[in-house]
């Protein structure tokens, strides 16, 4: 690869740290600066943030317009907000200067799903910059919804499409933790997850995905969640659970397609005993995959984010979806 | 998905006779005929030789001369030989009118590794007349690229990735049990793999695709094989082996890129016991992949070689590569 592509990372907590820490060390990548919106950030170096030394003359700046004074990056890493409407005021103004972005926004994995007008506007937005803006990650992004994409490759014909993930959230970060309801009262999530206020966000956009990467129209998504409750009292690096607290969740997404049936399943909880990811396709031939110990999530993540970015580069503009570009692979 | 694409199948042997067969079942398709070098075939028509009454019009012919008097058709399935060299020539003049080729041609899912130059010509042929090649299938062409491939999407790094296939086959085609040696002494089958006359072919393209995929450079590949000796009398379907004899192939492929190991590791013998694909990466998340029962490889080749037929109408022409297109799937 011959281009040396500058990037910028907008949203400097863990994941976005890791992010611009793995970009910085691929021969390709030129890190020109942060955007954060945290005052305490803002002014700071990424050499400070990071402890990677090699990034001491890149700046934070506390908006996009601020880093475009000093530098246009080629593409900005996104990792801010589960939310697309969120994600879109942050975005639009990097789309409206032909810069790429690579977002681990839950949502811009298929935004067309909860925000067809939005997304319209920021696809025709990228056509007209040059722009090319893609969601992604590990799940949503991969293990649900592109791993059994990829698999159905070798299929005659496919009546189902039956995936399930279980992470054992004691090895995930802080924020991964809190999200999953630890230390809540159970009813409590409940309350908060039905209101839409609490959960693991992207999943009936991983089904969306898979679907219309099968052009499979669906018409309805039926996503529910429940509180899993600690048997006993938890303590992890970060946070202490009580028996009889909320210590993870069990989310399923379902829908059918005529005789087709697409289910996604997701347990992610503190001390999972046995964590894997499963995909069972029903068809010719059948295919029953396990990952081991499942695909890590937060490594995993801001690898899809690094990795997506010279094949993002080579794409035709617009709001692009992870199975418009060539198969995914370590860059 | 609104075209619906001129087929012909080139090759009908099991695996063309399949191929043709699935994709008269897609919308997107309208089988036009068939050719074929077998006089026994010339001039029949595609419904008696597949059983499929709606391919009653399809007539064989002996050539692509031949069809094309009669109609031009936009892609062909060509399913014939193993090697690029022999393919080159039948594949050529098909370059030559512009028309796309799907190929189960092992060595095409590589063609540079053994035949550069010709692999050269037919790009820039295809580059010329809108032409697009591609070779594909189940192995090589997924189990042992492509899936290992897109794995490696989700990892930061990566030190090691090995492979290992494990195929029954008591469950495969005639052509395929008489290939592995079924029924040989065991010194002559040796003796035929080591020149490079018997075994199975694409291992070394199946590894040169990955390395390509990571943008390593793979300087030497080192193969080898053994035959597998049947511990008892077995009855196929197709043959007899008695024990003693051959049944089957234990063959590697292994290389190294300074630090990073590759290793292929292929097992096909009448009886197999417990049939698997197992993909591990060693890297960052490292992977441990098994799809148990292993990816069915009659019914995955014909799959693959029509479902790659949509994407590849999208790409730019040239002589093409599996990660040239978009993501594997059900088409």
Redesign the interface.
Known sequence: ?KTRFKIAQFGLGPIGLETVK?AAAKPWVQVVGGIDIDPAKVGQDLADLTGNKALRECRVYGSLKELLAVVRPDIVFHTAVSRFKLAFDQIEPMAREGINVISSCEELVFPHLREPALATKLDRLCRKTGARIVGTG?NPG?VMD??P??????????HGVHIRRVVNASTRREPLQRKIGSGLPPKEFRRLMTANKAGHAGLKESLALLAH???WKVKNIVENGDAVVAERDIRTQYLEVKRGQTCGLHQRAEASIGEIQLSLDLQMYLGAGDPLDAVRID???????????G??GD??T???L???APRLSQAPPGLLL??????????
């Not at 994409?149 to 496919?158: A, E, F, I, K």
């Not at 068809?283 to 110990?293: S, W």
């Open positions: 690869m793995l590990v991969f592109l791993l994409l990829c698999l159905t490759g070798v299929n005659r014909s496919v990467g099968l052009g068809g010719d031939p059948p295919l029953d995959l396990v990952i081991k110990g695909v890590a490594s995993a801001v690898a899809m690094v990795n997506t992870m199975t418009d570009l060539p198969l995914p692979r370590l860059a």
